[in-house]
């Protein structure tokens, strides 16, 4: 990466800036893969379909896959939001883009220390307009930052809406009976095939559509819409996939019998996983990786106008791709995606901490409830002892409607919140299944509140922390990045004591709701 660039044309202080842009495209590329790709793996894990493991090592592979076909979504966020022509000067281009990073790394790892999903794409945004207010508000493409804003709240809202129709038609007609022969021979196919054909028109059709022979299926479907004088190429080619997926699932039950019946969900949600993964790839690494190789552009070139139109290498998406996987494998993921999949549990009792006034607003919420009672099977244990939250139905619904949507995304060059479109997807399809109805509903519900909450949090100290570290960058250069760094040390080493402290305690009092007998016992020994 550094030997296309002349390093002894740069002065001192770029230098620094170099050395500094490398090492945070790094880091805060890990912190990506920490918390918003770890979400990818949160249907198969609560379903138990597969080990963590596998999970992480299939998804990430998918992830990398995305990663090189990203270039589209990553121009929308290294010059859409903002124009850096506008800005002109180079250093202050330079500092908009270093804040982002030194603000981005510590709040996405002390969300992720907590096991809070947060939205790194909203973060990139709102530190984005953050930063280039400091430098000069009028540069900021206000249309543009809007769209991409608007596009995130309509993909919660298009992931939450479908997942919950598609899960309670699916529940409505398999009900638990999810390994049942009988049952998936009269409903398998049309089920099955209906989610096949989604992901693989979104994610082939839409999400692909720069690869050559998918440009020439799509040119046909325009043909024939002209031909036609109607927009039938689409709807038409849905139904056929459809139709051809639904007659192979329904011929793999009729002649392997049992054992495709075992599999069928358990794989569809397999599916459903390499295809969020790789949209994820091709939408989400544009959070991590445009601010640092933008600065990359403006250094080999220092020029603003030319490194707006430098093209970016595939090996170097290439490589942020496998840092996202490397961010997948650490121990905050796993805080991440336990807690995400606790909020979506079907079991009793839950491992989560949400505010009391949260935990209030629940329980006024789910006054309104009817007396109808849960769709969702009990938890069931593993052979390992693990608590099984999903069942494999629900768990392809959630990945399948997830890829859609952020495939669909991906196609419009629009970044949309990985971490928003699956949360989304979980709850809805929890609510489908009525889980709210027994157990811990008043913390799960409360958890999904505080979320939502931290996500508007989430967006407003990237605006201000972002404005008032670009101004710190601007006006010290050298010496604002140092004390902008030192204070990143510090609430991440801080936040991160206390989130050990939390987790802790949110254990202990999940397991004393779970055995209330043997802590009362103890409480008497006492």
């Known amino acids: 990466m550094l030997a296309f660039i002349d390093l002894g044309s740069l002065s001192p202080y770029h230098l620094v800036l170099l050395a500094l842009a490398v090492i945070l495209l790094f880091w805060d590329t890990i912190e990506v893969g920490r918390n918003d790709a770890a979400n990818l793996v949160n249907a198969v894990l609560g379903a138990r379909v597969l080990t963590r493991r596998w999970a992480i090592l299939i998804a990430g592979i998918a992830v990398i896959a995305g990663a090189t076909m990203s270039s ?53 945004v709102f530190e984005l307009l953050g930063a280039a207010a400091a430098v000069n508000a009028d540069t900021i493409n206000w249309d543009k930052a809007g769209k991409v804003i608007l596009g995130i709240f309509c993909s919660i809202a298009l992931s939450g809406f479908a997942s919950f129709l598609i899960q309670r038609a699916a529940r409505g007609a398999v009900r638990q009976k999810v390994n049942k022969l009988q049952t998936l021979l009269l409903h398998g196919g049309w089920l099955g095939g209906g989610l096949t054909a989604g992901l693989f028109y979104f994610l082939l059709l839409k999400g692909m559509k720069s690869v050559p022979f998918v440009k020439q299926i799509n040119s046909w479907l325009r043909y024939l819409d002209k031909t036609l004088d109607a927009q039938v190429g689409n709807f038409l080619a849905i139904a056929v996939l459809w139709v051809f997926f639904g007659i192979v699932i329904h011929l793999s039950l009729v002649v392997f019998r049992r054992r495709a019946a075992r599999l069928l969900f358990p794989m569809l949600a397999i599916a459903g996983m390499i295809a969020m993964a790789f949209a994820f790839g091709q939408n989400d690494l544009a ?72 935990i209030r607003v629940a329980g006024v919420l789910l006054r309104f409830r009817g007396k109808e009672p849960s769709l969702a099977p009990r938890a069931g244990m593993t052979e390992a002892g693990k608590t099984v939250h999903y069942d494999s139905l629900r768990a392809c619904v959630i990945t399948s409607v997830s890829a859609s949507v952020i495939a669909t995304a991906s196609s419009l060059g629009l970044p949309v919140s990985t971490t928003y479109v699956a949360f989304a997807a979980v709850v809805a399809t929890g609510l489908a299944d009525r889980i709210f109805q027994r157990g811990d509903a008043e913390l799960k519900l409360g958890r999904a509140i505080w979320v939502v909450s931290s996500w508007i949090l989430s967006a407003l100290i990237a605006i201000a922390t972002t404005y008032a570290v670009a101004t710190a960058v601007l006006s010290f250069e050298v010496f604002g990045i140092v004390g902008c760094l030192v204070v990143n040390f510090i609430v991440r080493r801080t936040l991160k004591r206390r989130a050990d402290r939390q987790l802790a305690r949110t254990e202990e009092e999940a397991y004393e709701r779970a055995h209330p007998d043997e802590f009362a016992l103890e409480q008497e020994d006492a």
């Not at 281009?93 to 790892?109: E, F, N, R």
């Not at 496998?322 to 991440?336: C, S």
């Open 72 to 124: 589209d979504v990553i121009d929308t966020a290294r010059k859409g939001i903002f124009s850096p022509n506008a800005v002109g000067v180079l250093n202050a281009v330079l500092a908009i883009y270093i804040s982002v990073y030194i603000v981005d790394t510590v709040l996405l790892y002390s969300y992720s220390a907590f096991g809070m999903p947060v939205s790194t794409t909203a973060c990139l």
């Open 287 to 358: 959070n991590c990786a445009s601010p640092g190789l933008a600065a990359y552009s403006l250094l080999k070139t220092q020029s603003v106008e030319l490194a707006t139109k430098l093209p970016i290498s595939r090996w170097l998406l290439l490589a942020c791709g496998v840092l996202l996987f490397v961010g997948m494998t650490t121990k905050n993921a796993q805080r991440v995606t336990k807690a995400a999949i606790s909020t979506g549990s079907m079991g009793d009792h839950v491992a989560l901490w949400a505010p009391r006034w949260c």
